[in-house]
Nanobody, 126 residues
Framework: QVVLVESGGGLVQAGGSLRLSCAAS????????MGWFRQTPGKERMFVAA????????YYADSVKGRFTISRDNAKNTVYLEMNSLKPEDTAVYYC???????????????????WGQGTQVTVSS
């Protein structure tokens, strides 16, 4: 089992930047594919980005490609989401997720992940 704790959310103006962090504790961090999802009230949790166990492969939703960057530091048991050129439509609660048995072709499917953080609010003002 792994416990995930997100941080770094907040209020930012459109065009600004934020960096989210997700610290993991428990089993060996490098076993897990890590993902970021986001959710707005009344809507389904949506895929944002994912990263392979080694960090060699990254995946992004079309809506954030070129603006967001996912990375991980296995020595620090942490995954990051660097968010640039933020837009009001990026406003959401952002969740970190982990899964050790996921197939890489399914990283965008939230139902594939067993472990979730508590979420951090990101608000982008226009």
């Amino acid at each position: 089992q792994v416990v995930l704790v997100e941080s770094g959310g907040g209020l930012v103006q459109a065009g600004g930047s934020l960096r989210l962090s997700c610290a993991a504790s428990g089993r060996t961090f490098s076993r897990y594919v890590m993902g970021w999802f986001r959710q707005t009230p009344g809507k389904e949790r949506m895929f944002v980005a994912a990263i392979s166990r080694s960090g060699a492969m990254t995946y992004y939703a079309d809506s954030v490609k070129g603006r967001f960057t996912i990375s991980r530091d296995n020595a620090k048991n942490t995954v990051y989401l660097e968010m640039n050129s933020l837009k009001p439509e990026d406003t959401a609660v952002y969740y970190c997720a982990a899964e050790d048995s996921i197939r890489l072709g399914y990283v965008s499917d939230f139902s594939e992940y067993d472990y979730w953080g508590q979420g951090t609010q990101v608000t982008v003002s226009s």
